[in-house]
């Protein structure tokens, strides 16, 4: 209690004196020593280290200190008994031993490159042969350590015994080092292809893992910009590795988490509670792919004890529906989750999962900000939202409510883009037997909130929704415009049987029911 009277004593000073190095470093020495607060320690001294006035003694000090708690960071991960902390620290440690790998392999190739070059020269000079000699002889020690090291970390790692066999061959032929890999690599690649074929629930899991991390930057002028990332994340977000690195990892977020995520994270690093450090404690978190859609993950997150390149934290991701196949394989009937997050208080959709595309015509451009598309709200979707018991809409069972999409393309303005796309675009994701025209339509659903949060005035609820009676009993209504298209420029005898079963009684009846739960319509 004393020590928090003085820092709050410190922190009234700087308001005061924002550029003075020795109340920057009294502050560092209450939240390090006296408060625990380790990374608002290390906050103080990242400031203190860009200031311009401060003297050779506070420089001193600021590395003393950064060391001191570099120390404590790296006792505390080695300690942590948790199994899956274990893991992350391996496979952080071997992701960052095998880019420098590559690093070593690069210049190892051209000092062989400069050796025979200049060997064969009609008058080469001894000194040169000489240095590029020991050159590749130095890198090739230093990458034989390195080999065997990574190798102890993961010894399945197929890129790994590649490159090993392949240096090896060209630059040591006549050694067994490069059949030896090549050993590796053969075996691997088999168990892998066997896997595949097999599609065990072990193909999923850490050996996917090991690519579905994000790497970054946790110092307060740099914070949250994305310094590495996995090779599996590229594929799961759609974005190329150079479109995400040195960006924001909000790129990856819906816009009301975007907008406030570095100050949660901020809050996260200078928050002294342990619980809210558990570096290794499962969270689940609504990404963003390219093409503005909900990725729902699990993600882990793993502070780097390592401080050289200031403080860093690791997020390995992986998507709940690969879970659901690991640990539900079993439930052949297990119906698909649907999401949804939105704003709780204007009830404007923030995010939307690919699959509420997919099934029910739900776009991406509902979301509010997107271009070309009114504000949408969940009452447009959900018939009598607005009069819901939201106790029971909390509860673990939700409530049934009838999703109404039919007349989407009617009410918003988006019928054209639509039939572009379904159109042109050659749309298969999530048609498994299910004609695009039936996209928009009416369906009874188990609707469920599953988590709301406010985050610095942003308040959001996400909604969780499968759907009833998925073997024929659900009502379908074919979206008027997309019926008359389909008549238009497709003229087979089953469309035609199509458009005739549609009863007009039936679409007149969705007629009067569309909006009668909707305020914006």
Not at 180 to 201: H, S
Not at 250 to 263: S, Y
Not at 292 to 309: A, H, K, Q, S
């Amino acid at each position: 209690m004393w020590y928090r009277w003085v820092q709050d004593l410190i922190e009234d000073a700087l308001e005061k004196f924002p550029r003075s190095s020795k109340l920057h470093l009294l502050s560092c020495f209450v939240q390090h020593v006296k408060l625990k607060n380790t990374f608002k320690a290390l906050y103080e001294i990242e400031i203190t280290e860009g200031l311009t006035n401060k003297i050779a003694e506070e420089d001193v000090t600021c590395f003393c200190y950064k060391t001191l708690i570099e120390q404590e960071i790296v006792e505390y991960d080695e300690n942590d008994k948790e199994s899956q902390g274990n893991e992350f620290s391996k496979i952080m440690a071997f992701h960052e031993g095998f880019m420098e790998l590559e690093g070593i392999f690069a210049e190892a190739i051209a000092s062989f490159i400069d050796f025979w070059s200049e060997l064969l020269e009609a008058s080469p000079y001894i000194t040169r042969l000489y240095h590029s000699g020991s050159q590749v002889v130095d890198y090739t020690d230093v990458i034989m350590e390195k080999y065997v090291y990574l190798n102890s970390i993961n010894p399945n790692h197929i890129r790994l015994h590649q490159a090993y066999g392949d240096f090896t061959r060209i630059v040591l032929p006549e050694s067994n080092e490069s059949s030896k890999a090549f050993e590796k690599l053969e075996n691997e690649t088999a168990v892998l292809i066997t896997r595949q074929q097999l599609d065990t629930c072990d193909m999923r899991h850490l050996e996917e893992d090991q690519g579905r991390f994000i790497i970054i930057n946790g110092n307060y002028k740099n914070m949250g910009i994305i310094t590495d990332l996995g090779p599996s994340i590229p594929e799961m977000f759609g974005y190329s590795k150079a479109e995400l690195i040195n960006r924001n990892v909000n790129v990856l977020m819906p816009k009301i988490f975007a907008e406030v995520h570095d100050r949660l994270l901020s809050g996260y690093l200078m928050n002294t509670s342990e619980k809210a450090h558990n570096p290794h404690k499962n969270k689940i978190v609504f990404a963003l792919n390219k093409e503005g859609y909900l990725v729902p993950c699990d993600i882990v997150i793993y502070i780097l004890p390592t401080l050289r390149e200031g403080v860093r934290l690791a997020g390995f991701l992986r998507e709940v529906d690969l879970q659901k196949e690991d640990f539900d394989h079993e439930d052949v009937n297990k119906k698909t989750p649907y999401y949804i997050v939105y704003d709780a208080d204007t009830h404007s959709i923030q995010g939307i999962s690919q699959n509420c595309w997919a099934s029910f015509g739900i776009s991406s451009r509902l979301v509010e900000g997107n271009e070309g598309i009114g504000d949408v709200g969940v009452e447009d979707l959900f018939m009598d939202f607005g009069r819901l018991d939201l106790e029971k809409l909390k509860s673990e069972e939700g409530v049934e409510v009838v999703l109404d999409t039919s007349k989407l393309e009617q009410y918003h303005l988006i019928s054209d883009q639509v039939l572009k796309e379904i159109e042109c675009s050659g749309d298969n994701e999530g048609s498994d037997g299910m004609e695009q025209g039936t996209r928009f339509r009416q369906a009874r659903v188990q609707l469920k909130m599953i988590a709301e949060a406010d985050y610095f005035g942003n308040r959001v609820q996400i909604l969780r929704f499968t759907e009833l009676n998925q073997e024929g009993e659900t009502q379908k209504i074919k979206s008027p415009k997309i019926i008359k298209r389909k008549e238009v420029n497709t003229a087979t005898a089953n469309q035609d049987q199509e458009v005739d079963d549609v009863e007009k009684s039936d679409v007149d009846s969705a007629d009067d029911e569309i909006g009668d739960g909707s305020s914006k319509i």
